[in-house]
């Protein structure tokens, strides 16, 4: 299975954003920054350069302005233009800080906004960019800028150990909130790729499973027309014994019509043997579902344990692509670390359903056994090398996401031999996988009432 950066390459989600947001929330800040302008001047009396000031709220504003005349409303930007976008509103607000009294203005907090919107949206390489242009904006903006006085000449500023301190406060919560928006996306945006490659197998499950089903209602529906050409052709060939010429032709009617009769059989026994069934015994679910696996050198034995003594019915299951497609995905994650066998062990009582899978590997490793199921996990022990194996977090999740869409719980351990045998054992000794179902949650309703005592496959 292809890891997370070839299905959904990271360069791609910095062309995520339509330039209408971030001229959206351009016009937000100049709204902003011009009401706090006019407040300072107007309401605080505080002596600024307005002309000054207006020209870096003007320059943003007109830059929106051009981009919403230039750029239909649906572009998107790419990653170098996102890039630059940032910065221009980063350094039109350090230029506005300057004029207002750098770090001693309280708003100089405004300077992490830039940082964490290029974390949440673009690569790492852009916000070490960012992040790292704004530490160096804040620095200098602490020795350099132009100082805020009162009209009648006061200077206004805080005390050198508070100026400093601000300095400390906002460099490191560019560096924190940085760091924090770009382990948040990245989770969300994994857990993002996974659910989609889990619907994509899902929606392939179900197109086999409705395909199977069209399969078998053709073979069936076309069995009625065959059978009374053959029946008509039969006919005419005890009747067509006098004309040679006619007799050939009714001859291999009958013939290309048996031939059309063995390839819907044919059909429709592989519809029925697949996916046409809409409801099978809890074994045949297995059996369907490690069918795939059975010839890949790895001995598969299914058993039923002692459970089932009581007098319960074997539960007969609603076939759920889900259900297929996530055991199907279990039995093959053991069967590629399994040494020799893999166990698929199955058992019910009149409420419950468990079915564990186990192999004779090497068994889970240790530091990972606590964050199984989570997508791209990047690395697991395989059958020929303990240090490393490719590929274990998606296949797992989306058979773990599946299983609990059907109402599963399911639970991942180690067996107890000695896992630094070489030797395959004759039981269970590597990874455990336990699939446990609540028996309403997947049992078909006809069974619930009896109905499919001698069901069979």
Same mark, same amino acid.
């Given at each position: ?324 497609? !996530? $055991?199907? +995905?279990?039995?093959? *994650? ?9 166990? =698929? /062990?199955?058992? &019910? ?65 180690? !067996? $107890?031999? +000695?896992?630094?045998? *070489? ?9 455990? =996988? /336990?699939?446990? &179902? ?20």
């Amino acid at each position: 299975m292809k890891s997370n950066q070839d299905l959904f390459p990271e360069s791609n989600r910095g062309e995520w954003i339509r330039l209408r947001t971030m001229i959206f929330i351009r016009w937000v800040a100049i709204i902003g920054q011009t009401a706090a302008i006019i407040i300072a001047y107007k309401y605080f009396e505080l002596a600024l350069d307005l002309s000054l000031c207006f020209l870096a709220v003007g320059l943003s504003a007109l830059a929106n302005i051009i981009a919403g005349l230039f750029y239909p409303e649906s572009k998107r930007l790419r990653e170098l233009e996102n890039v630059f976008m940032i910065l221009f509103d980063l350094f039109q607000l350090a230029f506005l800080l300057f004029l207002t009294g750098g770090l001693n203005n309280p708003f100089s907090v405004l300077l992490i906004a830039p940082v964490v919107v290029s974390a949440a949206a673009l690569k790492k390489r852009s916000t070490f960019i960012i992040g790292s242009a704004a530490i160096l904006i804040v620095t200098l903006l602490s020795q350099y800028y132009i100082p805020l006085e009162n009209l009648s000449g006061k200077t206004i500023s805080i005390a050198n150990i508070f100026l400093f301190g601000n300095w400390i406060a906002i460099s490191t919560g560019i560096v924190f909130l940085a760091f924090y928006a770009t382990r948040v996306t990245s989770e969300l945006n994994t857990m993002s790729d996974a659910l989609f490659a889990t619907q994509t197998a899902l929606s392939r499950e179900q197109k086999l499973t409705d395909l199977g089903g069209v399969i078998a209602a053709a073979a069936h529906e076309l069995g009625t027309p065959l059978a009374t050409i053959k029946l008509t052709s039969s006919e005419l060939i005890g009747e067509l014994k006098n004309f040679p010429e006619l007799l050939d032709d009714a001859l291999l009617i009958r013939d290309q019509a048996n031939r059309c009769g063995n390839i819907l059989n044919s059909m429709g026994s592989a519809g029925k043997d697949d996916l046409q069934m809409h409801q099978a015994l809890l074994a045949e679910i297995i059996r369907e579902a490690a069918e795939p696996h059975s010839k890949r050198g790895i001995e598969i034995e299914t058993k039923i344990s002692d459970g089932h003594k009581g007098g319960i019915d074997e539960p007969c299951i609603i076939r759920r692509p889900e259900i297929i497609h !996530g $055991l199907r +995905n279990m039995i093959q *994650n053991a069967v590629d670390f399994a040494k020799a066998k893999v166990w =698929v /062990e199955s058992s &019910w009582t009149k409420d419950s359903i468990i079915i564990t899978i186990s192999d004779d590997g090497h068994g889970y490793p240790p530091n990972l056994l606590g964050r199984l199921g989570d997508p791209f996990l990047g690395s697991k022990i395989g059958r020929d090398d303990s240090q490393g194996y490719e590929g274990m977090g998606l296949g797992l999740f989306i058979a773990k996401t599946l299983l609990e869409r059907t109402g599963a719980e399911i639970s991942f351990a180690n !067996g $107890l031999k +000695n896992q630094n045998s *070489n030797q395959s054992q004759n039981e269970p000794s590597g990874a455990i =996988v /336990e699939i446990y &179902w609540p028996r309403k949650k997947v049992e078909s309703i006809s069974n619930l009432f009896g109905e499919n005592k001698n069901f069979s496959i």
